[in-house]
């Protein structure tokens, strides 16, 4: 599931839900980002994953914010980059209310 989200941030800003081009949703997934920074190693992000209570699917079976924070910071430590904030990987649409 974690690679699967990963592989969706990945793709076209176009595929991506409304809901996550608001700038509300970017504030907590930035929020849930800091917390994962701490996880240096792909092993210790999937089990802290894998004890995460709030990585249901939301409705339309899209990621929510922890999925999102979690499928980035796999993507920060596959590729050994920090990535931005996601209110910039999302501005294409920023305009959203």
Known sequence: M???DA???AGSVA???EAWCRPGF???VDAVRCQLEPLSTK???VDSFGREALHLLP???RPGVVRVA???RLLELETGFRLPPWSLWVTPCAHLP
Do not use: E, F, M
Request: charged share 10%; hydrophobic share 60%; net charge neutral.
């Open 2 to 4: 974690l690679a699967a």
């Open 7 to 9: 592989d969706l941030l």
């Open 15 to 17: 595929a991506h839900p």
């Open 26 to 28: 970017a504030i907590r």
């Open 43 to 45: 092993a210790s992000l």
């Open 59 to 61: 409705a339309g079976n």
């Open 70 to 72: 979690y499928a980035i």
